[in-house]
């Protein structure tokens, strides 16, 4: 896999990371925001439960947009390693680290998901229950959703931050990209907590827009700069030998 992405010419390499982040963002904005949203009855288990189950395929078709969405953000995240990493490979290496991280939070949060719909159908498993407690039950697992999808925004912001540094010191896109980039990263970081996010999420849906939107297109219509690419990896790959000959010389 990584020898592939590496035969590919940065231009390549942008456009198809601007594809699946398109493809990460339809996912998990229409599984975990849109169609959850519309079947959730806030503060009703049992509305939200009688949704569920009336709406199965909806709940299923919700679910799957949710995986894959996990999917497509460790190939977008992958690709974006492999275009930034001549900028700086700590940071771009500490970027991963950090995605990895959120897309492990977003396969918990997928989970939970799916976890309301097996209790509501759970039949002789849970037939201890009443059917007041099975649906609370349930409406315990969309909350558990809920707070895991927030963690995940936390990470998903440390992730913006460190991506537009990289894209802010890079020489192959345009530097508004990266700094953009970084500020709805902050934006997201609020999520750590979650009161105040919801307060200004107004500002961070506008920040948000402003930076992940314009970043998609542009790598998507125009790639990177192979050109200037290929310069600053090479500048990077003589100041690593150049690093490793002083210390080599040292010992």
Not at 41 to 68: M, Y
Request: aromatic residues 12%; hydrophobic residues 55%; neutral net charge.
């Amino acid at each position: 896999m990584m020898e592939w992405l590496t035969r590919l010419t940065p231009r390549a390499r942008a456009r198809m990371a601007g594809v699946f982040e398109a493809l990460e963002g339809a996912g998990s904005s229409n599984g975990q925001v849109f169609i959850l949203g519309s079947l959730v009855v806030t503060g009703d288990a049992a509305a939200t439960a009688h949704n569920i189950l009336a709406n199965e395929a909806l709940f299923r078709l919700g679910f799957l947009l949710s995986v894959a969405g996990v999917a497509f953000h460790l190939a977008w995240s992958l690709l974006m390693y492999q275009l930034l990493k001549p900028v700086n490979s700590t940071i771009a290496a500490l970027a991963v680290f950090v995605v990895l991280i959120c897309c492990a939070m977003q396969a918990l949060t997928a989970f939970f998901y799916l976890a309301p719909l097996l209790v509501l159908q759970g039949g002789h498993a849970l037939s201890g229950l009443t059917a007041a407690q099975t649906e609370s039950l349930a409406f315990v697992f969309l909350k558990l959703n809920g707070a895991a999808f927030q963690l995940d925004l936390v990470f998903f912001g440390l992730w913006c931050i460190l991506t537009g540094y990289l894209i802010w010191r890079s020489t192959f896109l345009p530097r508004i990209l990266g700094a953009l980039l970084m500020i709805d990263g902050v934006g997201w970081t609020l999520y750590v907590w979650p009161p105040l996010a919801v307060y200004l999420f107004p500002v961070i849906a506008v920040a948000s827009g402003l930076a992940e939107i314009p970043l998609q297109l542009w790598l998507i219509i125009f790639g990177a700069n192979s050109k200037r690419w290929h310069e600053q990896a090479g500048t990077a790959a003589r100041s690593s030998a150049t690093s490793t000959r002083l210390h080599e010389t040292a010992v």
